[in-house]
């Protein structure tokens, strides 16, 4: 059975860093596309970061370019999220992504997901 499992996730300052990974088991992921999404409290899903299968494409949303990175290893089937100078408002619910059916961007074409890692960033 195909799985994603988060990790990584914490409590840090405003200004810090945290690594998420995201392991995918139960079948090879190197020929599908990945990505991260976020959840606040109250808010709806919104997409952060994206990378495709064929060359490692990366795509971004603004209020995280520059400050996040997105790589994936393909012979240790993870995807991975290095957030840099994190800010308040980038508290949320963390959740990696796969196969995506749709635009990148959009959560409801991915047909996979994992449990989502809490990530709260401190003032």
């Known amino acids: 059975q195909e799985q994603l499992v988060e990790s990584g996730g914490g409590l840090v300052q405003a200004g810090g860093s945290l690594r998420l990974s995201c392991a995918a088991s139960?079948?090879?992921?190197?020929?599908?596309?990945m990505a991260w999404f976020r959840q606040a409290p109250g808010k709806e899903r919104e997409f952060v970061a994206f990378?495709?299968?064929?060359?490692?494409?990366?795509l971004y949303a603004d209020s995280v370019k520059g400050r996040f990175t997105i790589s994936r290893d393909d012979a240790k089937n993870t995807v991975s999220l290095q957030m840099n100078r994190l800010k308040p408002e980038d508290t949320a619910l963390y959740y990696c992504?796969?196969?995506?059916?749709?635009?990148?961007?959009?959560?409801?074409?991915?047909?996979?997901w994992g449990q989502g890692t809490q990530v709260t960033v401190s003032s």
């Open positions: 990378i495709s299968w064929i060359g490692g494409i990366t």
């Open positions: 992504a796969a196969e995506s059916r749709n635009l990148y961007y959009r959560a409801e074409g991915y047909k996979y």
């Open positions: 139960g079948r090879s992921f190197r020929s599908v596309d």
